[in-house]
């Protein structure tokens, strides 16, 4: 064991030593590969991580570990009273970065914000297609084209958007990945040499970090930018170590190979929590795993059988077998971390007994029903499977005969959505932008039936508060009107609500400054090493 | 052998298109599409689903998809990554050379132990050390490659400390890649302690390579063995009176190899298969981990050409060993 912790120290040491005696390395085991480095173009958070953070800002951004919007490259911003208009004042003096064949002659203007908008949403912008067959999937899910009618720059450094529709989330949306603020220059330098292809290779942008090189699969290396306009990063050197198996990216940062690690598995996490070089920071997940049940299908039409089912479910047992205690039960639609949380609203009661004798006075009897397993492991619902076996065996308890079904994962994401789907589905949702709209509307607003609204649920009362919540100014009035479309959705049940998982980052003890992201991003601006 | 060397390479053209078909369907018939994984839990709308179709060039009927495909293909144009943006062909060649170095290194793991371990399990027929060197071959035929390797991980590079867990290099080191193989740029790079760096992350993801190629050839090696001891030849050799090492090491196992280098060659697949697994573990970025990807992505244009692109490696793998074949025995080329 002495020899053990000698070679723990020789390692340390070494690594320490490594960057040379003045550079200050950050290591990061991430869990998978980029797919590119232009975000607009895609959805995943690995390769947000590994872009939009680290390279770019965008108008606002996230308030660390908040889903609070504040300035960014906006310095400040007036919303007309109608909320239809934006007017964004740019922050002055902001530099972009340089690699071997750019080197900026100006500063970001809203020649800059314009086209990073355009290039998404205008089918005529020779950047639209830039690469075969771009496809600018957030631009299009967070519905930019039907909310946004013109982007306009009123001077140098003034832009103005028209919306066609208030839309209470528009700031929170400009704050997202895709959203973030290219450089116009760059990309007609690149045009000029018809070389576009390189704008999602060699990223340039105001970022903290300046990116310097792509192994693919292997890492990413970022340099902190000494001219970033909030200031040089502690660190010197950041680097993407990509590791794609969790148990080697835990041994990796025992070794001290990197100074912190994405995703560990869940069971790993007490024995990391322990280990006296390691610390290990929570935070609840922004998101939500629900059993929705098909409400347009005899007789789950019946809110007695919805509710009776749900009070039917263990969710104790489910949290401390699936999630491994890194979990919490769900009462509600929305986490508790987002605003407008009702907590007021009481979850329905583990109770079996008064379970069957629901049934029983809602005329069920011998009822056999479909259990949708997801054949993946997301955070918000870490083993389908499991859980599913789980809540057949509750069923079994009140009498009803459940079977489990599951597909591949784009099957089941396509077949779910059927309006005549036979069965209950397992899923959840990962917040995208920190707004209840992106939960309540998407997942459970009419418009969603036959897609993302798994329940098939219209119910207009509810409908009618969440359209009207969207379009209100103030986040006070609007919370309100969520508070209320919580207590509507509890009492029709469309769903049981089952957990919010926890999100876990362990990381050498020395590492300093890492604030968790409720949206799940790694980012490490303000990441420091301590000798 | 003109004539040989022709015949053979035309075997290669319907295989070459049995291959490209195999690829091109098996993509198709996996559940779930490229535009559905796009979407994810999101999901994409009919019309944007039709206008990425169009874009794709995934409206047009299969047959069409098809003839397009492989006339693409014969002029070296393999399509580009429907997640990445960048060529096919370009990102296997950028991650190829680490795939081959593994798996060469990996195979000669196997032959520099395997041989030796079948040929002394041979001679000492029946006996405990027999019984041990099978068996052991027979557990590392059995062995999980995912659970092999993290096991040998957590006991060498975890407990003992003696290699790195995983990766290439050590992030010290930072040098543009020249050839790709990171033996030969890390010494090219001049910088000291490179190549001993390259060199130590390789050890044990070669070793969990070579666990299986190396029970193989040990089995099969033990049983040539046997089989060539017991020939008229060697008992002729034997009464001349020659001593043991000259009767096994010359008479014997000349003989005796013939099967073996079969057996070698034919592992090439095996070793492909394998670094899959073993790249996807180790982080090792080669070919492997990228098929891997691009099937979860359901990167069509990526999937089809990494198994084309691997199945003519193969092919041409298996081309030159039957070529040496001709050559070394004349028997074959008569046939």
Redesign the interface.
Same mark, same amino acid.
């Given at each position: 064991m002495k020899l053990?912790t000698r070679?723990?120290a020789a390692?340390a040491l070494?690594?320490a030593l490594?960057?040379a005696a003045s550079a200050k390395?950050f290591?990061f085991c991430s869990e998978?590969?980029p797919?590119?480095f232009d975000p607009g173009?895609y959805?995943a958070g690995t390769t947000f991580d590994a872009s939009a953070h680290p390279v770019y800002n965008r108008l606002t951004e996230f308030k660390k570990g908040t889903t609070e919007v504040e300035p960014g490259l906006a310095e400040s911003w007036d919303v007309a009273p109608d909320g239809l208009t934006y007017t964004f004042k740019l922050r002055p003096g902001v530099k972009f970065h340089s690699n071997d064949t750019f080197t900026p002659t100006r500063d970001m203007n809203a020649d800059d914000v314009i086209f990073s908008f355009d290039r998404q949403g205008n089918k005529d912008n020779p950047w639209h297609?830039y690469?075969?067959?771009?496809?600018w999937?957030y631009y299009?899910?967070m519905s930019m084209p039907e909310t946004v009618k013109s982007v306009e720059k009123v001077d140098d450094m003034t832009v103005k958007f028209t919306l066609t529709r208030a839309d209470a989330a528009f700031l929170a949306n400009v704050a997202m990945p895709f959203a973030s603020i290219v450089s116009k220059e760059y990309a007609d330098k690149l045009a000029e040499a018809g070389q576009q292809?390189q704008f999602?290779?060699q990223p340039i942008g105001t970022g903290p970090f300046r990116f310097v +090189?792509y192994?693919? $699969?292997?890492?990413i290396?970022y340099q902190a930018f000494p001219e970033y306009w909030a200031g040089k990063q502690p660190i010197d050197d950041l680097?993407f +170590?990509?590791?794609? $198996?969790a148990?080697?990216r835990q041994?990796?940062l025992?070794?001290g190979?990197c100074h912190l690690m994405a995703y560990p598995n869940p069971s790993d996490v007490p024995a990391m929590q322990q280990n006296a070089d390691l610390k290990v920071d929570e935070q609840q997940g922004l998101n939500i795993g629900y059993f929705a049940y098909n409400t347009k299908q005899a007789p789950f039409d019946k809110v007695e059988v919805r509710k009776a089912l749900n009070m039917a479910i263990n969710k104790q047992a489910i949290i401390d077998a699936v999630y491994q205690g890194a979990g919490q039960i769900a009462k509600n639609p929305i986490p508790p971390t987002m605003w407008s949380y009702n907590d007021s609203i009481q979850d329905d009661p583990y109770d079996p007994e008064a379970a069957k004798k629901m049934l029983t006075d809602a005329g069920v009897s011998n009822l056999s029903m479909k259990i949708w397993a997801m054949p993946v492991s997301r955070p918000y619902n870490p083993n389908a499977r499991r859980m599913a076996e789980l809540i057949q065996a509750d069923f079994a308890k009140v009498g009803v005969n459940a079977e489990i079904v599951t597909?591949?994962?784009?099957?089941y994401?396509?077949r779910s959505?059927a309006e005549d789907r036979d069965g209950a589905v397992l899923?959840?949702?990962t917040g995208d932008n920190g707004d209840p709209d992106n939960f309540l509307a998407v997942l459970l607003g009419c418009d969603g039936v036959g897609?993302?609204n798994r329940a098939q649920w219209c119910n207009e009362d509810f409908d009618k508060l969440v359209q009207q919540a969207k379009s209100l100014p103030s986040q006070e009035q609007r919370a309100e009107l969520y508070e209320q479309a919580q207590v509507i959705f509890k009492e029709q049940a469309p769903w049981a609500t089952i957990a919010h998982s926890v999100v876990y980052v362990p990381m050498r003890k020395n590492v300093t400054g890492f604030v968790q992201s409720p949206l799940g991003d790694y980012t490490f601006d303000g990441v420091d090493i301590t000798e | 052998m003109l004539r040989f060397f022709l015949s053979r390479v035309a075997v290669l053209v319907p295989t070459f298109l049995g291959v490209a078909l195999i690829a091109f369907a098996f993509v198709r018939l996996l559940p779930g599409d490229t535009i559905t994984i796009i979407g994810g839990e999101r999901g994409v709308s009919p019309e944007r689903r039709a206008a990425l179709e169009a874009a794709l060039g995934l409206d047009r009927p299969y047959i069409v998809q098809f003839g397009d495909y492989v006339f693409s293909v014969l002029r070296g144009d393999f399509g580009v990554s429907t997640s990445t943006y960048r060529p096919v062909l370009q990102e296997f060649l950028t991650l190829f050379p680490a795939t081959i170095e593994l798996s060469v290194v990996a195979i000669l793991l196997a032959v520099a132990i395997g041989i030796p371990a079948g040929i002394f399990a041979a001679l000492k027929r029946g006996t405990w050390i027999d019984q041990g060197i099978m068996g052991t071959a027979l557990v590392g035929y059995s062995m999980p490659i995912f659970w092999w390797a993290v096991l040998l991980i957590i006991f060498f590079s975890g407990y003992l400390q003696w290699t790195p867990v995983s990766g290439r290099i050590s992030l010290m080191y930072f040098f543009p890649p020249v050839t790709g193989f990171m033996l030969i740029d890390s010494l090219l790079s001049g910088q000291a302690g490179a190549f001993r760096s390259a060199l130590s992350h390789l050890i044990l993801p070669a070793i969990v390579l070579a666990t299986i190629p190396l029970a193989v050839i040990a089995r099969q090696t033990r049983s040539a063995m046997l089989e060539v001891l017991g020939e008229d030849y060697v008992r002729t050799a034997r009464a001349k009176g020659l001593g043991p090492r000259r009767v096994v090491g010359v008479h014997a196992l000349r003989n005796a190899l013939i099967p073996v280098v079969t057996t070698i060659g034919l592992q090439v697949g095996v070793l492909l298969t394998g670094a899959i697994l073993t790249e996807t573990i180790f982080s090792w970025p080669g070919i492997g981990k990228w098929l891997i990807d691009a099937v979860g992505r359901r990167d069509y244009p990526s999937v089809q050409g990494g198994i084309l692109l691997i199945a003519i490696v193969v092919m041409a793998v298996n081309l030159v060993v039957d070529l040496l074949y001709g050559l070394i025995n004349p028997r074959v080329r008569a046939r």
């Open positions: 053990f070679l723990l390692t070494t690594l490594g960057g390395t290591v998978g590969s797919e590119g173009l959805t297609q690469v075969s067959g771009a496809s999937e299009d899910s292809a999602n290779q +090189a192994q693919p $699969d292997a890492l290396r680097v +170590a990509i590791t794609t $198996d148990a080697v041994q990796r025992l070794a190979e597909y591949e994962w784009a099957e994401l396509e959505k899923l959840g949702w897609n993302n | -």
